[in-house]
């Protein structure tokens, strides 16, 4: 009994690490020692020490006789690594050395303490982990390690039929799952007995208190050096499961012996995770073959998700002959045989591939490239791996349509350098070898208003029109690790000429060539330094970015002779030309006015942009409300509240998320009030913007470019004309800038249309009618198509999933997905994600049947073709994404605890257009339930009348014939489950709303009345599911959804824009009805004109005439005037009139008629009537009439000449 349980023991003593062996003989000598301590007494407790020791012997036999198996040698297994015993502090450089030859060797250390009980008899391992571990999308716990060469997180299949061909959807996922592994080498595998040693090993490194230093140091080395992207990644864990000598299942005993032994090493930090594949041995590629292994389907090499989602098979080595030569490639840390994968959300080879293994190979394979997102002015230093390279090989590399040369660094990865590449959105990264395309992959281009400031200038202060100094912060990882490494600061600008395709234009170095280090991350900039620069033939250049880039690149490798790049963002740039400007335009502000009335002169040739631009909703909770045509500003929104330069006393502003149709586009801000913020009130007021911010496709032609037109063209007016001037607001080219850039007040808004999806499934229309429509497949919910405006979004009812197999199916569905697509944008889908996959992520995105994620911060806001995809901020799991189309529509999907909720934006051009399950828009809901031909139905129809009728109607269909009229074609990406599967035009739920409580059930109607109270659709997924937390979702949503219909639907009623006068000041800035606004004017000016206005209840002002502020003197002037222009005509009036009498009284004395003749005599006669003559009474003129001198009257003729002289 004794022997047999010292053998036993002795078989579990050589699993212990051989770290803690020691001789034999020491041992010995040490426990004659101890026993001459003891007393006869304790001869029991002697014979237990001395087996205890003996088995220390038999520890060190076995492990002898390992190390004689399996000889440490480049690219195999070493049992044991050198320094394994060494102290916790490593001491001097002989730790180097062995760090540096530990990691020549191929296979990571294993020795018998690591061995697992795997056997034949017993394939699966179950280990659980202390630490998460995030794979494809899912994070795990536990790991099942599987004697047939994979890790497996599920149960997945009864049986696997080879060729493997995930992922797999089976029929009853409660009895069978979609297999979710990490295959090194997935085939039916057996250990063999004659082999000592062989099975399969595991070992569990804890980084942070692993003591053996040199192992750590390997792992985080490795996988640093090893894998694109991983260059700061530290590992928390790292699991190293090793197969060794693993032959054929069923092998037949009289064929010689065939082994392989390879080995997986999984390294995370709990958010990222890498994988290694090391291939030590490969004598035997397929199970089928049970005589050499060699003939039949080889085995699979790759990884699979689970629940029929997404799969990644390592081509062209799985599941083809062609993966015997696992061992002789790879080139992972330049060793043969080692591969490496980046596998937390996705899956990217870090490993090239050879395409002429296997012509069958798509001509275009994708790219692993690093970073995945980089500046629209260049610079960024782009890491991939695809091709097998060689130094001789010829690379370049093509952004969009512009070619940059590769650089060479080892067999599996080459580095190019971004050119400027004008663009927003993703653009094809093709990487072309010795002229062939092989491989391609999409980069993302972010404008630099948008991208992280990787240089920031502390303080604003470069928005000073002259600043005494200017600090400034870099981030020198964007760069190198090298804090020693020398750098130049560079002043870059930019100015749209004659050019088709602007560019940047290179000003200055800022200090000396390579005056700065890195490492010291900061430097100060002194303005007046630059007083005497003469920059001939660049001061109409405005504003302008900082650039800082290394000295000398060769520190990133010999072969790299560009430097990589980083940017601050834009900045006027009067700190570096204020005197050249001074000199060539004029001192004394001459200059600014100069820049302004150039601007000014241009705008007034330009076309009226602002009359094609969204109108500004008339509150702020309109424009949140909005949300197919407004997405927050990035710098002034109510979470980072940068609005101190531009729209200063604002709470919160909005841009509109798409250009219009000429390319311009609009920013409405609101005070803490919620109210519209103008130019009328304050030049801080929002404006409409001749060029949009985030560019308008083509992009890389004038006027169009992301962030940098925008800057030229409304940017930088708005500082020279405004914010510069003394006199800010009241400044006469602030006047003119406001002319041009006046806010448009909200009297002709038109708020949207919302109509939602929630629930079980349950809908309320656009006309805010509510009703429940159950049925599995895909449908439309939004059909337009009009000539001006096409689009469609769709949804994807799917089964609710019972809990347990013994549950009944439940004969309900929900909303699980949304598609949608504006005329010719991108084809933009939301799915919800299976529950494990939500730790990270609440929903897949996917643009172009390509998955797309929000990588941090500066990705808030994504542009494509046709649409925008912007996450709300706060939001970092993908739980909440808008998209906004060039219509103008909107579709809002969220997910919370794994309901899928939507609301879709109708905006007001799609009034009586729109067909599919959210209604017909027509301010009218008796017409909601109309048909796709144009029939309606009525709203007192039946459930199940409901159902066939008007829902059954808009099932889209997989592909359209010619005769589907009426119907569309399914928008969803069937990667990984057929349309067939989704579609099932037979199910048919219960029509009773609420269905009727099952009398099992009646127990549960107090919680029911609890949770739903009077919530018809809760009740209903109450019944359909017997899930509180489920109908508690639904009454959330329902309430929500409500909420928004009745508050888009509120009538706002604003005044128009009422502007204060110039040097004068308003009592309100507010437009509501029943405001009285009161005008008043700075000291030194009087008021002329009305003193107050009432806003009135039809949204039109009292009249009156617009108040104006002017100068004293002025006023005194205008006094003055108007005394003279009342006194004055009067004065004219009374001498015209004097005048006149003292012309009448003379002309009426004399009469002259300018004629010459002889005027006829007369007679004078006497009252005798007897012609007399005499002198008469004086006479004056051509003939006098005189008294005779008696008493009758004498008439006398006269003869009278003509008189030629003035009387």
Not at 174 to 188: G, H, N, R, T, V
Not at 364 to 374: E, I, N, Q
Not at 1078 to 1105: H, I, K, P, Q, T
Not at 1181 to 1204: L, N, Q
């Amino acid at each position: 009994m004794g022997i047999k349980t010292l053998k036993c023991l002795n078989t579990i003593q050589t699993f212990r690490p051989l770290s803690t062996t020691s001789s034999s003989s020491s041992s010995l000598s040490s426990s004659s020692q101890s026993a001459s301590l003891l007393s006869s007494n304790n001869k029991l407790i002697i014979s237990i020490i001395l087996i205890i020791l003996s088995f220390w012997t038999s520890i060190s036999s076995a492990q002898t006789n390992l190390n004689r198996q399996s000889p440490p040698r480049q690219g195999q297994a070493p049992v044991f690594i050198p320094g394994n015993a060494r102290p916790i502090q490593p001491q001097g450089p002989q730790i180097l050395g062995d760090l540096l030859a530990f990691r020549q060797e191929l296979m990571y250390p294993y020795n018998l303490s690591d061995f697992t009980e795997i056997t034949s008899a017993k394939p699966i391992h179950d280990q659980p982990l202390p630490f998460r571990l995030p794979f494809f999308g899912f994070y795990y716990h536990y790991i099942w390690i599987q004697r047939d060469g994979y890790l497996a997180f599920n149960k997945g299949l009864l049986s696997y039929k080879f060729p493997l061909n995930f992922p797999v959807n089976p029929k009853d996922s409660l009895q069978m799952e979609d297999p979710s592994i990490i295959a090194p080498w997935f085939a039916l595998q057996d250990i063999p007995t004659e082999v000592p040693y062989a099975g399969v090993y595991l070992k569990i490194v804890n980084i942070e208190s692993e003591l053996n230093t040199t192992l750590r140091d390997r792992i985080i080395l490795d996988f640093r050096e090893g894998m694109i992207g991983a260059a700061d990644f530290t590992p928390k864990f790292a699991l190293i499961i090793t197969w060794r000598n693993m032959t054929v299942v069923n092998r037949r005993p009289e064929t010689p012996l065939v082994t392989n032994t390879y080995q997986c090493v999984i390294a995370t930090d709990e958010m990222r995770t890498y994988a290694m594949y090391n291939y030590d041995q490969i004598q035997w590629i397929t199970h089928q073959d049970n005589y050499e292994g060699l003939k039949g389907s080889a085995a699979y090499v790759g990884f699979n998700a689970g629940n029929t989602t997404r799969t990644f098979e390592f081509k062209p080595y799985s599941q083809n002959p062609r993966i015997s030569y696992l061992t002789t490639r790879g080139w992972g840390n330049k060793l043969r045989g080692r591969y490496f994968f980046q596998i937390d959300e996705e899956v990217w080879p870090g490993a090239c591939i050879e395409k002429d293994l296997d012509p069958n190979l798509p001509d275009r394979l994708p790219l692993t490239f690093f970073p995945r997102v980089g500046s629209m002015l260049g610079g960024t230093l782009v890491n991939f791996t695809g091709p097998c390279l060689q130094p001789t090989s010829i690379i370049t590399c093509k952004f969009e349509n512009f070619i940059v040369p590769g650089i060479f660094r080892d067999f599996n990865h080459a580095t190019c350098i971004t050119p400027a590449v004008m663009w927003h959105g993703y653009v094809d990264l093709s990487i072309t070898v010795d002229d062939r395309t092989l491989f391609l992959g999409h980069f993302y281009i972010q404008p630099p208003d948008i991208a992280n400031d990787d240089i920031v200038v502390l303080g604003d202060t470069d928005r000073l029109e002259e600043p005494l100094s200017m600090e400034v912060k870099w981030k020198p990882t964007k760069l190198a690790w090298d804090d020693n490494a020398r750098v130049t600061l560079s002043l870059w600008g930019y100015r749209e000429t004659s050019d088709v395709y602007p560019h940047l234009t290179f000003i200055d170095n800022i200090g000396d060539v390579g005056a700065y280090r890195l490492g010291q991350i900061r430097a100060l900039i002194d303005p007046a330094t630059f007083r005497d620069r003469r920059n001939y033939g660049l001061t109409d250049i405005t504003y302008g970015f900082l650039g800082l880039n290394l000295t000398d690149p060769t520190i990133l490798g010999k072969e790299i002779k560009q430097s990589p790049m980083i940017w601050s963002r834009p900045m006027p740039i009067a700190w570096y030309f204020k005197r050249q400007y001074e000199r060539e335009y004029g001192e004394a502000g001459r200059w600014k006015e100069h820049f302004c009335h150039n601007w000014f002169q241009q705008e007034s040739y330009a076309d009226m942009f602002a009359r094609v631009v969204f109108r500004c909703p008339c509150s702020m909770d309109q424009a949140l409300l909005n949300r197919g045509q407004f997405a927050p500003d990035l710098e002034c929104n109510v979470v980072d509240r940068k609005c101190e330069t531009f729209h200063r006393g604002a709470l919160h502003c909005v841009k509109t998320g798409r250009p219009s149709v000429g390319g311009s586009g609009q920013t409405c801000c609101y005070d803490d009030y919620g109210e519209l913020i103008q130019t009328a009130d304050s030049m801080y007021g929002g404006r409409p913007s001749r060029a949009f911010v985030y560019g308008k496709h083509p992009y890389k032609m004038r006027m169009m470019i992301p962030a940098l037109s925008e800057w030229l063209h409304d940017t930088m007016p708005y500082f020279f004309c405004c914010k510069w001037q003394p006199k800010e607001d009241n400044a006469h080219t602030c006047q003119m800038y406001n002319y041009w850039r006046t806010s448009q007040d909200c009297s002709s808004y038109q708020a949207p249309a919302i109509g939602s999806v929630y629930g079980d499934p349950h809908f309320i229309t656009f006309d805010r009618y509510n009703f429940t429509f159950n049925a599995k497949g895909e449908f439309t919910l939004l059909h337009v198509d009009s000539p001006l405006y096409k689009i469609d979004v769709q949804a994807r009812f799917e089964q609710v999933p019972r809990n347990r197999r013994t549950d009944p199916f439940i004969n309900a569905t929900a909303l699980t997905a949304i598609a949608a697509k504006d005329n010719i944008s991108s084809t933009v889908e939301f799915r919800l994600r299976p529950i494990a996959a939500r730790w990270r992520y609440q929903m897949y995105v996917i643009v172009d049947k390509e998955y797309v994620h929000w990588w941090d911060e500066s990705m808030r806001l994504q542009n494509f073709k046709g649409v925008t995809l912007y996450q709300p901020a706060g939001i970092q799991n993908m739980s909440h994404v808008i998209a906004m189309f060039d219509s103008g529509a909107g579709v809002e999907v969220m997910s919370d605890g794994g309901h899928l909720t939507v609301h879709v934006y109708a905006p007001y051009q799609f009034l009586n257009s729109t067909y599919g399950l959210l209604g017909r828009y027509s301010k009218d809901p008796l017409d909601d339930f109309t048909l796709p031909n144009g029939q309606t139905i009525s709203l007192q129809s039946t459930q199940e009348d409901i159902h066939m009728r008007f829902g059954m109607a808009y099932r889209v269909q997989e592909q359209l014939s010619a005769l589907d009229r009426d119907k569309s074609a399914s928008l969803f990406h069937h990667d990984a489950i057929s349309f067939a599967y989704y579609d099932d035009s037979h199910f048919l739920p219960d029509f009773g709303l609420p269905p009727r409580l099952p009398d099992w059930a009646e127990h549960l109607r107090d919680e029911m009345d609890q949770v739903c109270a009077e919530s018809i659709a809760c009740q209903y997924d109450y019944i359909q599911t017997f899930d509180r937390e489920y109908a508690k979702q639904t009454k959330q949503h329902e309430a929500y959804a409500l909420q928004l219909a009745n508050e888009v639907s509120k009538k706002v009623t604003r005044c128009p824009a009422l502007p204060k006068p110039l040097n004068g000041r308003k009592s309100e800035n507010r437009y509501w009805p029943g405001t009285i606004v009161r005008f008043a004017c700075d000291d030194g000016y009087r008021l002329v004109g009305y003193e107050a206005r009432r806003c009135r209840e039809d949204g039109l002002w009292s009249w009156g005439v617009d108040p104006e502020c002017i100068s004293d003197l002025k006023y005194t002037g205008r006094i003055a005037g108007i005394g003279v222009g009342i006194v004055l005509p009067i004065l004219i009036v009374v001498i015209l009139v004097i005048g006149c009498i003292i012309y009448m009284r003379k002309t009426g004395a004399d009469h002259y008629t300018g004629e010459a003749g002889v005027q006829q005599p007369f007679v004078e006669y006497q009252s005798n009537n007897k012609p007399v003559s005499g002198s008469g009474g004086g006479g004056g003129g051509t003939g006098a009439v005189g008294g005779g001198s008696g008493g009758g009257k004498v008439i006398k003729e006269i003869e009278t000449p003509a008189r030629d002289a003035e009387v």
